[in-house]
């Protein structure tokens, strides 16, 4: 065992400059490949996350700006849609116009016929009556005369 230990011992004692080349292996890479590479991404993180951070922005105002256009458009069809619709009662009442001056224009020559047509018959009545005295007049001459003859 003791020859075990003595044979241990030696390996640690070869090992120790092999690790000791590893220690400063370990801090001349730290010093000279992995602070470089760590600043460098530290950079590109910071421009990467910049350029992230303006992206973000700028897709804030670009959804603001077409919140905006889509409100303005909105109110925009809202006002074309009012103003469609005044349109469209004035068309209503200018037709209910129309149709009220036009139902009066008639309804006026309806009167004026039917008192044309009341003073027509009228005068036929009194044309007929004029006539059926004549014409009684005739008949009753006439029977005088067959029965005088």
């Known amino acids: 065992m003791d020859a075990t230990l003595h044979a241990l011992g030696g390996i640690l004692l070869r090992a120790v400059p092999t690790f000791l080349l590893v220690i400063l292996l370990n801090f001349y890479l ?19 996350g910049g350029a992230r951070k303006l992206a973000g922005e700028t897709a804030d105002r670009a959804s603001a700006r077409a919140a905006e256009y889509e409100a ?11 103003a469609q619709e005044q349109l469209h009662k004035q068309l209503h009442e200018r037709r209910a116009t129309g149709a009220a001056e036009a139902r009066g224009r008639a309804d006026a020559a309806v009167r004026e016929a039917k008192s044309e047509l009341a003073a027509g018959v009228e005068a036929a009545k ?13 008949i009753v001459e006439s029977i005088l005369r067959r029965s005088a003859a």
Not at 30 to 48: D, I, N
């Open 30 to 48: 730290k010093s000279v490949f992995f602070r470089p590479l760590e600043k460098v991404l530290q950079e590109r993180y910071a421009a990467t």
């Open 72 to 82: 303005a458009m909105r109110a925009a069809r809202a006002e074309i849609y009012q």
């Open 126 to 138: 009194a044309t007929l009556a004029s006539d059926a005295d004549s014409l009684a007049g005739q």
